[in-house]
């Protein structure tokens, strides 16, 4: 066998399931159920831009995952596989040692969200270290949750806490306090949504990756509607509190939260509060939705309140 045979063989077969062939032919061979369609996604992650050179390897292919998972999870559909390619910098850095750390985060991912490896590509380079994966959900057809369905008098509502990454960053770099590491870990580590059965109760829906008022700004122009954000109804973590008020802005703008962003009709939202109650994942309700255009965020005055940054810029 080859090197790049015996490479995969040691690190990737086992987390390869049926449909992949054992990672031996050509193709993955996938089904799709009848009255089914697949949901998929593709992120890629480069090392300085989206990770860190000292994050644990065991977190990477985890985040790499579960960003993926979480846009999954933002059209309602049920994880079910992943492809991998790895572009790993010539050296002694991305030995086996660190690729089974790499695969051993993977593989407990696996189990926990029940996705399967089909396939994917390795290559060398003289640059960063690049992870790119794309995801396959299911979901049955026609059910998807859009991004293009909130109406005015729909409410505006969120998963989780909001910040906890951008200001997770801010402490690997030394800027913000994290005593506990729990910001620090909420970077490396999103919590996709997977699993909430919103299809017919929730209008629209999009994962929060690029920071709230900019993802409500992709909700609000999809959906040619106006939103009016509540900032202080917007939850944060009691860590992020601690930090004191003055890291709002970057609470809504930082990105990375991986959290569900959701317009909810009046009649369906004491639905949606039970399905996440059930789930055991907090929802809360962050503003409303009216005819119009554009983003607000408004302070407990009703007055505007003005950021020097939308969200995170790609290009
Ligand atoms: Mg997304």
């Known amino acids: 066998m080859s090197g790049e045979f015996s490479f995969i063989a040691r690190h990737f077969r086992p987390l390869a399931g049926r449909e992949s062939l054992d990672l031996r032919d050509d193709c993955a061979l996938i089904s799709c159920p009848p009255g089914q369609e697949m949901a998929i996604s593709t992120d890629t992650m480069v090392e300085n831009v989206h990770f ?10 985890r985040k790499l995952l579960r960003c993926n998972l979480s846009d999954i999870a933002a059209m309602g559909a049920t994880p079910y596989a992943y492809t991998l390619n790895v572009t790993i910098p010539r050296g002694p850095r991305h030995n086996d040692t660190w690729f089974s750390a790499f695969v051993s985060g993977l593989s407990e991912d696996q189990t926990r969200y029940g996705v399967i490896l089909l396939g994917g590509d ?10 790119s994966a794309t995801v396959f959900g299911r979901l049955h057809k026609g059910t998807a949750l859009r991004r293009n369905g909130a109406k005015p008098g729909d409410s505006l509502w969120v998963t989780g806490t909001i910040g906890d990454a951008a200001l997770g960053l801010l402490a690997l770099q030394g800027k913000v306090p994290d005593p506990s590491g729990f910001l620090a870990d909420r970077y490396r580590l999103p ?14 829906a999009m994962d929060i990756s690029d920071g709230l008022i900019q993802d409500c700004q992709h909700i609000a122009e999809e959906s040619d509607v106006a939103i009016d954000l509540q900032a202080d109804a917007v939850p944060a973590s009691p860590e992020a509190k601690s930090l ?4 709002l802005e970057q609470r809504l703008t930082g990105g990375d939260d991986y959290e569900l962003l959701l317009a909810c009709p009046p009649e369906q939202e004491a639905s949606l509060a039970q399905i996440c109650r059930d789930a055991e994942i907090p929802v809360t309700r962050i503003g409303t939705i009216r005819s119009g255009s554009g983003v607000r965020a408004l302070n407990q005055a009703g007055q505007v309140i003005q950021f020097l940054k939308g969200g995170w810029q790609h290009f």
Request: cysteine-free.
């Open 122 to 131: 390795t290559t060398s380079t003289s640059g960063p270290l690049v992870l």
């Open 52 to 61: 860190l050179p000292d994050d644990p390897p065991e977190t990477l292919g």
């Open 244 to 247: 004191g008020p003055k890291w």
């Open 191 to 204: 919590r996709p949504r997977t699993g909430l059965a919103l299809n017919g109760i929730v209008h629209a």
